[in-house]
């Protein structure tokens, strides 16, 4: 886009310039630019603030830490009926 922009010459521009002038008048040409420079604005706010959070959450938040138990009781897996084979799935013959 930047290439584009620089590819124009000065009559291109002041063309360019006089149809936006006739479409939109004398009037309105300050009241669009107006409206252009708010929402650039906002953006930048916005933006602004998005780093700022990210930045913030960065440096407050601690790192996610795993614990390991100590008691060996806690690490032992469980005697499960059905995955030692003594459960009954019903009346045998």
Request: charge should be negative; charged fraction near 15%; avoid cysteine.
């Given at each position: 886009m930047v290439n584009a922009f620089a590819m124009l010459g000065s009559q291109d521009l002041m063309i360019i310039a006089v149809i936006v002038l006739v479409?939109?008048?004398?009037?309105?040409?300050?009241?669009?630019?107006?409206?252009?420079?708010?929402?650039?604005?906002?953006?930048?706010?916005?933006?602004?603030?998005?780093?700022?959070?990210?930045?913030?959450?960065?440096?407050?938040?601690?790192?996610?830490?795993?614990?390991v138990p100590t008691n060996p009781a806690q690490t032992a897996p469980q005697d499960h009926p059905v995955a030692s084979g003594t459960a009954h799935s019903g009346p045998t013959s």
């Amino acid at each position: 886009m930047v290439n584009a922009f620089a590819m124009l010459g000065s009559q291109d521009l002041m063309i360019i310039a006089v149809i936006v002038l006739v479409l939109f008048g004398g009037k309105k040409i300050p009241e669009l630019l107006r409206g252009v420079g708010k929402g650039v604005g906002e953006l930048q706010k916005g933006l602004d603030e998005g780093k700022r959070q990210l930045t913030s959450s960065i440096h407050e938040d601690p790192p996610m830490t795993t614990t390991v138990p100590t008691n060996p009781a806690q690490t032992a897996p469980q005697d499960h009926p059905v995955a030692s084979g003594t459960a009954h799935s019903g009346p045998t013959s």
